[in-house]
Each structure stands twice: as C-alpha cells, then as structure tokens.
C-alpha cells in the first residue's frame, strides 16, 4: 500500500504525537512515496521535530490549526495552554509551509459564546504571518452546537447584535482576496448568519453562566 498511497488523513488526539502517524510517515518514505498528500489537524499546543522533519520530505502536505482564539482567550477555551508556545508553533508551521508551493495551510475555529466577539486578534495574528512569509492560509468558522451552554444559543440575540458593526468594521481590514489571510464572503455570511439567526434559550444561558462559574471557581484562569 506504502508505494502507491496517494493520500493520509491522520487523526488524534494530537497527531503529531502518536508513534504509529509517524510510523506512517517512515513508511511511506521507506517506500519511496513522497508525493503522497499528508493532511492532519493539530491544536498548536505541542511542536514534535521528529514529525516535522519527517513531514517535510512530502511535496504536498495539509495543515489544519484548529484554533479557537488568540492569547488569554485561546488559553481560557484550551485550558492548560500557553498561547506564546501556540503562536511560535503557527510561525513554525508557516516558515516550513511557506519553503514548500503545493503545502496548504488551514485554520479552523469553533464559533461559540466565549469567543463570538474576540476573535480579531487571532485574525491579526494570521494575517501578519502570512504577510512575513507570503502564504497563503484559509480560516473557516464551525458552529458549536454542543455542548449547548457553550453555543451561541446561550448568548442573549441582542448581545450579539450589538456586536455585529463591530464584527462587520474589523472584517473589512482583511476583505482583500489578493493578501494572504483574507475573509471571503462565504467566510463572512456563515458568521454573520449564526449572530443573526441563532434562536436564544434562556435555559442554556442560564447553564451557561453557571457552568462559566464552575470553571472560574476551578481554575486560575476567568473567563472576562
């Protein structure tokens, strides 16, 4: 199967940490395959050389960041991380893609009540790497829908209403499809349709602020 694969999804956990995905990895190189495409989705959290040089001897490879926030937010949402770890692994992750023309990189991030308005540093974050190393990255919202007193049902519609100039005001900055990072419309309307059309449950709302509470009580870290 080695020499004739053409394409290696690996899943985690952190793929980047499990022996057997880089096992996978020193098969296919033992068999000669390195136009294989190797995609993988990797919180950022943890940077493991061994896979990584491994990595690079693939001509076509898929990065997918799953990250839901920049700085205290990011750290408040994966609790335990440290986001200036994160951010040197994303720089990391774009200096390597950015040696190699057919690497894609992506960034996912689950849109729900504790990052709905907080996410234009990371946007920041991602258009100013992409500007240093001139690639390309996509970034893609995907809606929570459970837990529910993490979804956006459990943020009162007016709330996120207000919101909403603000959002449209800081999308405008990255609207240019010829930059980098960029918000397509596509992007954009399934952001602005969650904000809009999202129906509000009192129930979740009050879960959730409890369920903040509990946390905040648990951890060292407060949810703002």
């Not at 296919?28 to 950022?44: I, P, R």
């Not at 837990?147 to 100039?165: C, I, K, T």
């Not at 596509?186 to 999202?198: E, P």
């Not at 509000?200 to 949810?223: G, M, P, V």
């Amino acid at each position: 199967m080695a020499p004739r694969l053409q394409r290696l999804y690996t899943t985690g956990g952190e793929p980047t940490l499990i022996k057997a995905n880089y096992r996978m990895l020193e098969m296919l190189l033992e068999a000669g395959n390195k136009t294989c495409s190797v995609e993988f989705t990797s919180n950022m959290t943890t940077w493991n050389p061994k896979f990584y040089d491994a990595l690079s001897q693939f001509e076509e490879v898929e990065i997918q960041m799953s990250l839901d926030g920049a700085d205290e937010v990011g750290e408040y949402i994966r609790y335990g991380s440290d986001f200036t770890v994160v951010r040197e692994n994303v720089r990391k992750a774009f200096e390597l893609a950015s040696k190699n023309p057919k690497w894609r990189l992506k960034t996912f991030t689950v849109l729900q009540a504790l990052n709905y308005n907080k996410l234009v540093p990371l946007w920041d974050m991602l258009y100013e790497l992409g500007e240093t190393y001139n690639k390309h990255i996509d970034w893609w919202p995907i809606v929570l829908n459970f837990p529910e007193q993490l979804s956006l049902a459990s943020v009162n519609s007016e709330e996120r209403l207000e919101y909403l100039p603000t959002l449209l005001e800081s999308m405008e900055r990255y609207k240019d499809t010829n930059r980098p990072f960029c918000i397509s419309e596509g992007t954009k309307s399934v952001y602005v349709d969650a904000l809009k059309n999202i129906p509000y449950s009192t129930e979740w709302n009050e879960k959730h602020i409890n369920y903040i509470k509990f946390l905040n009580d648990h951890r060292s870290t407060a949810q703002r």
